[in-house]
């Protein structure tokens, strides 16, 4: 009679045919996961003395499997780092690089959840259904943001070999409409094979305030604890965590992802550690670049011949502005280049760690410096508040002058300009989003594993893509890639190995062909050649006219002679510019990129995804109901609406939280202060509105009704508000300006107290401002949506605006 155990792997290998792809399978791995149970060994007799025991063999990883440490930081470009050639100072990276091998042509998607989805599984971000971020998700294979099970993880696997799993920072792999307390969870780090996460959901975090997760469950940071900073506490919990593995199973290797949000915005940093960079940019952007890349030739990064890309048109010459300018956008280079050395110098702390437990030597560690290139959707003048460029709403040069002493901490959401986003991706072309272009796929790669890897210092030149690490884990572990994950045929793994590469530093790129796509931006890398479309409308440019995505033009490079894209051929070569032309659109077709989507704005709308408040137009809320993503809670947004709140108050008065989204970069909020009711609009830290009652309330039970009108007329328009506390009305206010596209990029709807940043000062040294009173609910009722047909083209239009939004 056929086992289970037999049919499991016979149909595995049915449905592998079927999936296009039959792996060879070393002697005694394991196929199919997760493992058949195993037959009894021992022997049953009517009694123990007659039986004989016999355990079910645990599973153990293959005998000498690395630890592994794999890094991954965010929106920092090729040329930032100074293990290659660029300003900023990584010492962790450059001991790592001496110890082991730099890869001076590895590549990314030029977008987050897409690199964060093809490196987890190993396959193309639009094989693994990202092809685009988690808030922009639209109903096509490669772009509904659900990454498939047939694309298992690297964790999946290793777990199920005898590994212990954990992802610690930022994870924006969840869909928009799942990454609430209602799940599922299937999709969180904990549903991808991590036995445990510490970290944030979404695409960005302050460092100063974090919307942490542990596991599915989000928890609070210390809010009186002055010197407390995000990087720091995920490095501790990094710490704590491994030395935990150690000391109770040190036989089992770990897997350990650790993938800060910086140097994402907001660019946070301590105090001390900015001030390290006081002056070291005053030259500016120019002369950064041409520093920049005079280093990348000495050290042997990039080839004598190698050309630097001319500024990009838009970008002006650092010698164009004035003074103040100068001097606001030295400021911002300095807090982004402190958050990227402070965030390293943590992961040097993981190393020491690791190092005192005796463990280095077999720890394979790989450091990926950027999940995409600089980021330049800081635009012209860079940012105090990313939510202002969110919501079309200008920030004032001179606030941003007055308030520069301030970038970095925790009263700013911060971004740098564009000419420092630039000035990072020495020496080629264009930024972040831009994935025809290595200035947006470009990043620095340093392997280490002493135990394996002896050329320690040795530079590699082979082609690779993030796709290529999954299978590169794998190998260097002993453990292939089953056909069978869980009851569910895998797809291909589409990445190569790159351990090949650890002994011959001359070796063929095992990598000849690789697609990218983003935004419509369009490349394709084969055997040397690269064709690319000129981007139409650059990530900076707020407001453009849409292009059709059959009228771009294409670029043809020689990189196997022109390391920097610097000199176009397509005139000369037209021959060869077809052929790839052509090889882009098979590839294009084979990977589920199709349809080519160059739209922003429209993928924007919820519309385009399921939601959990289509439909609704009154919600219910309780006291100690936190913590409420954007997507899972009620859109206030360019409609009138009504916030009544069931209060008792207490003998000696109350005070506190009742409802509030957002926080101190923008949102609303409706709380007693003093005993008084308190309306606050927070219109992204440029102005705020209060419609506030003058008199505290009385003990008993109160009906507090906030009623807003919206004036209608387009998005993000103003209108009135109505205070009243049992029928009685106790103020009245005009809020002039309203928020018409994004309330909040990390904070959430809370009910009873506020979790993260006040949205009002005046009651900041009390936060989380808890209600003290007794909260019975808050009913929020929506009205009519202010916009008429000819203000939804207005939307179409005014969303243009977002065009420079950060992922």
């Not at 990043?443 to 893509?465: C, E, M, Y």
């Amino acid at each position: 009679m056929m086992t289970i155990a037999r049919s499991q792997h016979l149909l595995a290998i049915v449905l592998s045919v079927a999936l296009g792809a039959v792996c060879v399978f070393p002697a005694g791995a394991q196929e199919v996961l997760p493992r058949p149970e195993q037959p009894f060994g021992g022997k049953i007799g009517r009694t123990t003395k007659e039986s004989i025991k016999d355990f079910p063999k645990e599973v153990h990883a293959p005998k000498g499997a690395p630890n592994v440490l794999l890094i991954m930081t965010d929106d920092v470009g090729f040329g930032a780092s100074s293990t290659f050639g660029g300003p900023i100072p990584t010492a962790t990276m450059d001991w790592l690089a001496k110890n082991g091998l730099r890869y001076n042509q590895f590549h990314t998607t030029a977008l987050c959840s897409p690199t964060r989805a093809a490196l987890l599984s190993g396959r193309n971000h639009h094989s693994a259904a990202t092809g685009i971020i988690m808030e922009l998700g639209t109903g096509f294979p490669g772009y509904n943001s659900l990454m498939p099970k047939s694309a298992g993880t690297f964790a999946e696997i290793l777990k199920q070999n005898g590994y212990n799993t954990s992802w610690y920072g930022k994870n924006h792999n969840v869909p928009d409409w799942q990454n609430s307390q209602a799940g599922p969870f299937d999709l969180w780090p904990t549903g991808l094979g991590f036995e445990y996460f510490y970290g944030f959901i979404g695409g960005d975090t302050s460092q100063w305030n974090p919307a942490i997760f542990e596991g599915t469950k989000p928890v609070e940071p210390p809010h009186d604890a002055k010197e407390y900073f995000f990087d720091k506490d995920m490095a501790d919990h990094t710490i704590s965590w491994i030395r935990m593995q150690h000391a109770v199973a040190p036989g089992k290797p770990f897997l350990a992802y650790y993938a800060p949000g910086t140097a994402h915005a907001p660019h946070h940093a301590p105090k001390d550690w900015i001030a390290k960079f006081k002056g070291k940019f005053d030259q500016g952007w120019d002369n950064v670049r041409e520093e920049t890349f005079a280093r990348q030739k000495r050290m042997g990064l990039i080839p004598e011949n190698a050309k630097l890309t001319a500024r990009s048109a838009g970008i002006p010459a650092w010698d164009s502005l004035d003074a103040d300018h100068k001097k606001v956008f030295a400021r911002m280079m300095e807090v982004y280049a402190a958050a990227l050395a402070h965030a390293d110098y943590q992961m040097g702390r993981i190393l020491d760690a690791i190092e005192a437990q005796g463990e280095l030597d077999n720890t394979l560690v790989i450091y990926i410096q950027g999940d995409n290139g600089a980021s330049g959707e800081g635009g012209m003048q860079g940012l105090l508040n990313e939510m202002t460029v969110f919501n079309a709403i200008p920030e004032d040069f001179k606030d941003v002058l007055r308030r520069m002493g301030e970038l970095g901490g925790p009263t700013t959401f911060n971004h740098y300009p564009v000419g420092w986003a630039h000035a990072m991706d020495t020496p080629f072309q264009w930024t972040k989003q831009i994935a025809s272009h290595f200035g947006g796929t470009r990043n620095g790669l340093v392997i280490s594993w002493p135990a394996r890897i002896k050329d320690a210092g040795g530079i590699r030149t082979q082609f690779h893509h993030v796709i290529d690490i999954m299978p590169t884990i794998l190998e260097a572990a002993g453990v292939p890639a089953p056909s069978s994950i869980n009851g569910v045929p895998q797809k291909p793994v589409e990445g190569v190995s790159m351990v090949y590469t650890f002994d011959d530093p001359n070796a063929p790129s095992k990598r000849t062909t690789q697609y990218f796509e983003m935004f419509g931006n369009r490349g394709i890398y084969h055997d040397g050649w690269a064709a690319a479309t000129t981007p139409p409308i650059a990530p900076w440019v707020s407001i453009a006219k849409p292009v059709d995505v059959n009228a771009y033009q294409w670029e043809l490079y020689k990189v196997s002679e022109d390391f920097s894209e610097a000199s176009n051929l397509a005139e000369r070569e037209p021959a060869k510019l077809t052929e790839l032309q052509e090889l882009f659109w098979a590839e294009a077709a084979k990977y589920n990129v199709l349809p080519i989507d160059n739209s922003r704005v429209e993928r924007f709308d919820v519309t385009n995804r399921p939601s959990l408040t289509t439909g609704r137009n009154k919600f219910v809320y309780y006291a100690g109901l936190v913590r409420i993503p954007e997507g899972a809670a009620p859109d206030l947004k360019n409609k009138s609406f009504q916030i009544k709140s069931e209060i008792v108050i207490p003998k000696g008065g109350a005070e506190g939280m009742l409802l509030t989204h957002g926080g101190r970069f923008s949102g609303y909020g409706l709380y007693l202060l003093k005993g008084k009711p308190v309306f606050l609009y927070n219109l992204a830290g440029v102005a705020r509105y209060s419609v506030a009652g003058k008199e505290a309330l009385k003990p008993g039970r109160h009906t507090i009704l906030f009623d807003f009108t919206y004036d209608g007329g387009g998005l993000g328009k103003g209108g009135n508000g109505t205070l009243q506390v049992d029928g009685r009305t106790m103020a009245t206010g005009r809020i002039e300006r309203t928020l018409g596209f994004r309330l909040s990029l990390d904070e959430t709807l809370d009910c009873g107290e506020d979790t993260g940043t006040p949205v009002s000062e005046d009651y900041a040294a009390k936060m989380p401002f808890r209600f003290t009173g007794e909260l019975k609910q808050v009913v929020i009722e929506l009205g009519k949506s202010g916009l008429s047909a000819s203000d939804e083209q207005a939307l179409e239009e005014a969303n243009k605006k977002l065009a420079a939004v950060r992922e």
